[in-house]
Structures are given as C-alpha cells and as structure tokens.
C-alpha cells in the first residue's frame, strides 16, 4: 500500500526561492507540494479550502508579514505545522514566530539535508531549528535588545519616503494609496520602533540600519 505523502505549501515573494524549494521537495517521497504562494491574500484563499500539512512561511511578504499569518494559520488549524523560512537572523524574530505557534526557523542558508530533516522532525512534533538559528538563540540576549524591528515590504517602501520629507499625501499619490492606508502604516512604524514622532522614527530606523 502506498505511503499517504504529507502536503506543503510553500510562500515566499521571490519565484526564484520558490522553484528552487519545489524542485527540492518534489524530490522526496514523502511529500507533494500542495501550492506556491507569493502573497498572504492568495494563500489564505487556497488554504481556507485545502487542508495541509506542514507551511514554509517567510518572514517579509508584500502584503502582511509571516509571523501575523503563523498566528493566523495556528488559530484556523492548530494541528498545521508552520516552520519559517526566512534570511531573517534577528533572535527577537526567531521568538516571535515561536509565540505565535512555529514550530520552528530556518536560515535560507541551511543545506538541503537540514531542511529536510527539519521538516521530518516537525512532523514529529518537535521545534526545529537550523544550525545558524540555534547559534543566534544561544547568543546573550543583551545585544539583542537592538535587533531592528521586522517590517513588511509596503512599510520598509514609506519608511524611506517618510526619510526623504514627502509627505502623507505625496506618498499617498506616489503609491496610488489613500491617505489613510498611508498613515496606518505610518502609526505601525512609529509603534514598531516604538517612538513617538516623524524625527524619532528617522533616527531609530538609522540606527537599526533601515535606511
């Protein structure tokens, strides 16, 4: 009788990570890839209907970030195994993505042989993590403390306009948003970064090298 193969679904923004992902996993017997996704939108339509089993999720995606949809997919399907992919490195990252459910973070830099047993293992119900993750977990926490805050990319995009002095409505038109949406994300920076005005925000997003 035929081993049942378990479903993953990829998201990743960039095609290239994708296919490269597809071509690995199709590979092993044990899985069949479910579906490929470069947005938030499209995947939660996919996975409202279609069941799977295990998501590699990145960290930034062009319309949300990985670590609200982890949540989002552990509140719909808790028994759905949600392991980051990201180039992401930052430890206040790797916990957070913990929080909301992860059951697990790999560096984009792991070997094939690392991915593929890390996905095994979580199937196995255990928290996996790549080499270069578990080096950054066992770093002291104190540096730590400035690790830059994640941001989608829609907010890294106004984050450098707001640096460059264009204004809400400017911004706005440049990126065919209303001004609302624009100031949302500004409020979103401004709490990321945790400060409390236009001058604070540019001065911490340099320091954090978001600039």
């Known amino acids: 009788m035929l081993q049942p ?24 017997e044990a899985f069949e890839i479910a579906g490929t996704f ?4 499209d995947f939660l339509q996919f ?9 590699l999720l990145d960290i930034i995606l062009p319309d949300g ?7 989002d997919i552990k509140t719909k399907a808790p028994d759905t195994i949600v392991l980051a992919l990201s180039n992401h490195d930052q430890r206040s990252a790797v916990m957070k993505m913990l929080e909301n459910g992860a059951s697990g973070y790999l560096l984009k830099n792991a070997s094939i042989e690392e991915l593929v047993r890390g996905i095994h293992d979580a199937l196995q119900h255990q928290i996996v993590f790549s080499n270069a993750v578990k080096e950054i977990i066992a770093r002291p926490g104190l540096k730590n403390m400035n690790d830059a805050p994640v941001l989608t990319a829609r ?18 038109e440049m990126l ?6 624009v100031e949302n994300h500004r409020k979103n920076l401004l709490q990321k970064l945790q400060v409390k005005n236009v001058a604070a925000l540019i001065k911490a997003a340099s320091q954090h090298g978001l600039l």
């Open 65 to 71: 970030n990985g670590m609200d949809l982890c949540k």
């Open 176 to 181: 065919f948003l209303s001004k609302f949406t």
């Open 5 to 28: 193969k378990y479903r993953l679904a990829i998201l990743d923004d960039h095609p290239v990570v994708l296919q490269g992902l597809v071509n690995v996993l199709s590979g092993e």
């Open 38 to 41: 470069t947005n938030v939108h």
């Open 47 to 55: 996975f409202n209907s279609n069941p799977v089993h295990v998501v």
């Open 155 to 172: 907010e890294q995009e106004i984050l450098k306009l707001i640096a460059s002095g264009i204004t809400t409505r400017r911004i706005a």
